[in-house]
């Protein structure tokens, strides 16, 4: 539809196409790269996965190891995904959050008053950041399991070939790890639609992931120790990097990042059907 | 000078935490947190340790460990045994030879002893509880055990003539018919090995040995030395894994153990120990567990409670009404430091209360755990210790927010710090995972334990004891304070 | 079709608070549109309804024919400046006009011409964070002009200006009418609007108190009074009297007449031989005017507090 009233000055810069989806793509792009926080946190997400990834092959040892040691060294160097995690939720959440927190949210919604599409087209440009940064580092730190590992002793001789994406398992624990964390992301940002609040919504977050790998330690029962390994959005999540001992009572590692999608379209869905509906 | 003292910053500061809504209700809901939660953990626990005892029963209830090599006869009413260990063997752990006086051979049962180690003295022993110690003699020593009424008094000596007095017990509840004599143990090796996120404790029985000569039992009927091994029934293979999946341990070494007389010289040969034996799990820190969830809401009011001033440049009108930004601070942290203790200390308590019945259905029940109540001296400790904990984090967490002024860095920064060392700690090698425990806040977690540090278990937080937990979160909090208090002086509001 | 916005019997209640109660009123194109009320009388939950915020509990609020929800690249129909602060303070205001012209497909270029007319190009790139409150207005009209729209809506557009800036944004609102665009500017400072409004909208407690040219209102006001000065006030006090008027004394040599035109005046004080040193129709101020009207539709007036 063209302007209403013709002849209000240059209409020449006004370019036509594009459509809603395509605006609300550009302009969030341009929302996510303007804020100095995002680089940091891009930056983060990486150097927290390789920096713990090194720690843990940089520190692990045959010593105590049964013999043939089968350690799970995919899933060691892949295991800076717990800590970066919280990157990754930080900048989701900011990412919604700030606009609630100064009211820009008013601007948003006026300037892409088809709110579902816009809020849709925020998610993904927070999931293709993020898939961009955890592909980077997901990448560099089985890099580095590569290099550190024969230097701890394990070596093809003792049935750990170097780390490769050729070999299955692997190639499914990376590209399996790179969507736990787009996945993470669009779980954060779909919270803080609902919660409006960025440190509620942090809080909330960090609290569902964190504490029920820490009740899983703790609890003794083994059925309940299943049910939280199984059902829970980190546990089963992070069962697509065990490329080892895969216990038949374990969550299969594609159907535990399922659970983990479920939680993720839950929260999106209800964000993009209470955005539509709730007075911005 | 009232209204402008320091009492008024802290009212004003309190004033401003207890009327915004949102924090007071996240206050009230890290309570219900604490004890939800709490209940919830204590419901999905669960323990067979009544099922399959790998302790021996004691006199009071109590698990306790009884093994030894014994070379005894039975004295009836009043007596004293004398002997000399000649030699003793370190085997390493903690061996112990010496003279006992005991309710029969089953293990678990009533006893009085008087043993010398290789490293710790003498000690004058009774019932699993008492435990007199008498001067540093090791071997060579002559022991002596009287039995007189109810009274039974140990002594010991470098030659059989001068007599000290190690301590005496009334063991009133001894039968008149008792098995008295000469043992020898050692306790077993416990080799605990981690890896990728595998705990396996492996216990191994190990031997020590003994001699004993110069014996003589001054009784009604003396009698022959009879040779017995006092242990707990064999009927499943001692396992105190901290995780399913570790290699079953062997069983104890039994076949070299055992006595020797020649020329009136016993070599006794025996492992074991004798003590009180619970069980490692901690049904406090089950029942204190929601205090993990609960103290992240808290941060995130700690780091919200200044933050928030800075987001909306109240922070300007709060230097205006006190220009003494260091009190301001001060005020700050005792305001919220205050109110997170309070809110621990009493989600905590109700949730111990109400974790009791329902961990004792998951079978925390005694003997393995006997019932505990808020006012025993641990349970007390663990309680106090713990909201101490929360409140100094929380102050860390101000401290931080302070420092950061940016409320999803610091609440992230504070969260992850708690929650990511104890996901690593249960993954890295024993010694690193301690350290891990040891440099970050995640360590003041041991507040919550109100049994002995131990390595056999998979919750780090059981590593460390909870003096150097509290340390290491104090520390956190004092360098970021001072950090804050520098900044907030320095910086342009 | 003309550019308009178009308010049909809204009404918005927050839990207990009936914020806007029934208020139907359209605002024409070609004039600068004054939307006036007392602090809460529901101006900003009105704005918010036509920007499509907020649902209105009844009725509809129209922009250009079309709820605002349904307007395709809306930017380039209606701009708006409703909350000044609402911008992220570690991004430049460069970036935040950047990305509203990402959103409605309007070119790079834009941004820069807006920056020049509202005089912050010099500023541009600073993080925001830093500007005065002047200057975030300045953005915020920025934002609005970007889609170069033929409807505004400004919510207390003078907040935080300077007295240059007000002089200007005077002339911007009305240099902006006069191209034909809808321009509706609201204000709960009366005086502010003096000189630029040409039609008036008031509110309070929600409900219209007065839909009107500004004229009008001042004619209404003024009561069709004629001031007169003479020294000798007894004797045209009768006369004017005589001829019809109601006539009362304001002062030692003045008084005021009301239901005769000023030439009727003039013409009986000359009859009369009366000398007169002044006679001028009375104007009253466009505030005078307003309290006249809002003295009922006051929620929070002085007495009440």
Redesign the interface.
Known sequence: ?S???P?????S??????G?V???L??????LR????TGWLVLGIVALTVG?GL??TG?L?RD???SPCL??TV??SL?GV??SQ??V??LA??AV???Y???????????????AW?LAGKFAVVAVTVLVAATVAVGVSLLVGRWVLPGRGFTAANGHPPLSLADEPTRRAAIGTVLYLVLIGLLSAGVAVLVRD???A??GV??LL??A???A??????R?ERWLHRYTPMDAGLAVQVTRHLHPSDIGPWAGLGVLAVYAAVAVVAALVVFEVR?? | MRGDGFGATLRAEWTKLRTVRRWVLTLLCSGMLIVVIGLLVSSSSGTDANQYQNFAVGPDGQPVVDDFQFAHQTMSGDGTITARVGKLEDSGTDASAGLIVKDGLTSGSRYVALRVTPKDGVHLESDYVTDIRGGDRTAPVWLRLTRQGPVITGYASADGSNWTKVGQVTAARLPRDVEVGMFVNSAPKVIVKRSAGNTAVTEQGTLSTATFDNVRLDAAAAGAWEDDPVHRPMDRPKDTSGESGSAGPPLPEMKAAGVVERDGMFTITGGGQIKPNPPDDDVVSIALFGVLPGLMALAAVGVLFVTSEYRKGMIRATFAANPRRGRTLAAKAIVIGSAAFVMTLLGGGVALLAAQPVLQEQGFAPPAYPEYSLTDPPVLRALLLTSLFVAILTVFAMALGTVLRHSATAITTVVVLIVVPVILSSILPLSVGRWVMQLTPAGGLATWRAKPPTTTLADPWSMIGPAAGLTVVSVYAAVTLAVAWWLVRRRDA | MQPSIEVGAVRKRYRSVIAVDGLTFSVRPGEVTGFVGPNGAGKSTTMRVIMGLDAPDEGQALVNGMPYRSLRQPLTQVGALLDAAAVHPGRSARDHLLWLAHSNGIAKRRVGEVLEMTGIASAARRRAGGFSLGMRQRLGIAAALLGDPAVLLLDEPVNGLDPEGIVWIRGLLRSLAAEGRVVLVSSHLMSELEGTADHLIAVGRGRLIADMKVSELLAAASKGRVEVRTTQRAEAMTLLANAGGTVAATGEDQLSVEGLPGERVSAVLTGGGVPFAELRQHRASLEEAYMELTREGVEFSASGR
Do not use: Q
Not at chain 1, 7 to 11: Q, W, Y
Not at chain 1, 26 to 31: D, F
Not at chain 1, 217 to 222: G, H, M, R
């Open positions: 539809m302007g209403p009233e002849g209000l000055g240059r209409r810069w006004r370019r036509h196409g594009g809603p395509g605006g609300a550009h302009a969030e792009w341009t929302k303007t804020v100095p926080s713990l720690a843990m520190t040892s105590g190891c049964e350690e799970d899933r060691l295991f717990r800590l919280a990157a939720v930080v959440v900011l959050g700030n606009e927190a100064t009211g820009m949210v008013h601007t948003s919604v006026m300037a892409l008053p088809r709110r816009a960025t440190a509620g942090i809080t960090l609290v964190y504490v790998p820490l009740v330690t703790l609890v003794s029962n083994a309940w007075d911005a």
